[in-house]
């Protein structure tokens, strides 16, 4: 082993010192590679929920790869005294030099650890919508919903949000605190439509279409929502009239799934138009355009007048 050491040093001029310390790393390394291995392994036999098994496997490697850097600065470092006097030096020039790498990496910390969303939320964030798929150390990703596509259903993209967007930009959570949306449409019937008849029939429709929950599903749900403060009398739907410029407007709200926004109301939308077209009394109303031509008026003043006159000589 003596001789190994000579020789490295003579050939490669690394002393007994470095040769130790690389000797030391590398076996430091080997051992946090096979306990990581094996909790892995051990996780994935007694897990069968991904979701868990992927939040198992994240803080595998956060942990592995602290004690790695702990390790490591201890073995090159020689502890801790010294380490400290090289970060105190260091550190001026990391902030300037990497301030948005150390921001995202904050960010990062404040939301493994405040946690206003996690991966398998729907959230909105700056100018993206999207289901959190990954949180990683600089950054997080979506699966992207909207833009280009109607009531948010996925585009095919993936957009990576850097993590200290987290401190700059508001986030909407679709999750937190509530399981379902709220979500309303619309139906415009003109005013000698039969009002009272159209507002029953999209009540009907309405508790067809809307998420149903058992009595013990619905305390399960206010329970949790109220442990956020938000509370809510009932989930039934309900449908409100409001007269506009054109028509009476009939606004039916009700309880939907985070990923059956579209489906419901498509489902909605094709009784409406079903139910509305069978009923004589009930009719759609929507903007109309009439135009008045000052020429035809005096004509038609003029076509009057001369009408009347032969009815006047003759009296």
Same mark, same amino acid.
């Given at each position: 082993?003596?001789n190994?050491?000579?020789?490295?040093?003579?050939?490669? %001029?690394? #002393?007994?010192?470095?040769?130790?310390?690389?000797?030391? @790393?590398?076996?430091?390394l080997? +051992?946090?590679?096979?306990? #990581?291995?094996?909790?892995?392994?051990?996780?994935?036999?007694r !897990?069968?929920d #991904?979701?868990?098994?992927?939040q198992?496997?994240k803080?595998?490697?956060y942990?592995?790869t602290?004690?790695?850097?702990?390790?490591?600065a201890?073995?090159?470092?020689?502890?801790?005294?010294?380490i400290?006097?090289?970060l105190?030096?260091?550190?001026v020039?990391?902030?300037?030099?990497?301030?948005? $790498?150390?921001l995202n990496?904050? +960010?990062?910390?404040?939301?493994?650890?405040?946690?206003?969303?996690k991966? +398998?939320?729907?959230?909105?964030?700056?100018?993206?919508t999207?289901?959190?798929?990954d949180?990683?150390?600089? !950054?997080? =990703?979506?699966?992207?919903?909207?833009?280009?596509?109607? #009531?948010?259903?996925?585009t095919?993209?993936?957009?990576?949000? $850097?993590?200290?967007?987290?401190? =700059?930009?508001?986030?909407? %959570?679709?999750?937190? +605190?509530f399981?379902?949306l709220?979500?309303?449409?619309?139906?415009?019937?003109?005013?000698?439509s039969?009002?009272?008849?159209?507002?029953?029939?999209?009540?009907?429709i309405?508790?067809?279409?809307?998420?149903?929950? @058992?009595?013990?599903?619905?305390?399960?749900?206010?329970?949790?929502? !109220? !442990?956020h403060?938000i509370f809510?009398k009932?989930?039934?739907?309900?449908v409100? =009239?409001?007269?506009?410029?054109?028509?009476?407007?009939?606004?039916?709200r009700?309880?939907?799934?985070?990923?059956?926004?579209?489906? @419901?109301?498509?489902?909605?939308?094709?009784?409406?138009?079903?139910?509305f077209?069978? =009923?004589?009394?009930?009719?759609?109303?929507?903007?109309?355009?009439?135009f008045?031509s000052a020429?035809?008026?005096?004509q038609?003043?003029?076509?009057?007048?001369?009408?009347?006159?032969?009815?006047?000589?003759?009296?």
């Amino acid at each position: 082993m003596r001789n190994v050491e000579r020789w490295i040093e003579k050939n490669l %001029n690394l #002393s007994a010192a470095i040769q130790e310390n690389i000797f030391m @790393s590398l076996l430091a390394l080997l +051992g946090l590679w096979v306990i #990581s291995r094996l909790l892995l392994r051990l996780a994935s036999r007694r !897990q069968t929920d #991904s979701h868990k098994l992927y939040q198992w496997r994240k803080t595998t490697n956060y942990v592995i790869t602290g004690l790695g850097i702990i390790f490591l600065a201890n073995i090159w470092f020689d502890g801790f005294s010294s380490i400290t006097t090289f970060l105190g030096i260091f550190s001026v020039g990391l902030v300037v030099v990497l301030r948005d $790498p150390i921001l995202n990496i904050m +960010g990062w910390v404040f939301l493994i650890w405040k946690r206003p969303f996690k991966v +398998g939320d729907r959230i909105k964030i700056g100018q993206y919508t999207g289901d959190v798929i990954d949180i990683a150390f600089f !950054q997080f =990703t979506l699966n992207e919903l909207g833009d280009w596509v109607d #009531s948010e259903q996925a585009t095919g993209r993936v957009v990576h949000v $850097p993590n200290g967007q987290a401190f =700059t930009q508001p986030q909407i %959570n679709y999750n937190y +605190g509530f399981p379902f949306l709220w979500h309303e449409v619309q139906v415009r019937i003109t005013f000698e439509s039969n009002w009272q008849k159209a507002k029953a029939i999209l009540e009907e429709i309405a508790g067809r279409n809307c998420e149903k929950l @058992s009595e013990a599903a619905e305390n399960l749900v206010r329970a949790e929502a !109220q !442990q956020h403060l938000i509370f809510y009398k009932s989930f039934a739907p309900r449908v409100f =009239t409001k007269v506009r410029e054109n028509g009476i407007q009939l606004t039916v709200r009700y309880l939907c799934g985070l990923n059956g926004r579209r489906e @419901s109301e498509n489902s909605i939308w094709e009784e409406v138009l079903t139910q509305f077209l069978n =009923t004589p009394d009930i009719r759609f109303a929507y903007p109309t355009t009439r135009f008045y031509s000052a020429m035809e008026s005096q004509q038609d003043e003029m076509e009057a007048q001369r009408l009347e006159a032969p009815e006047k000589r003759g009296k």
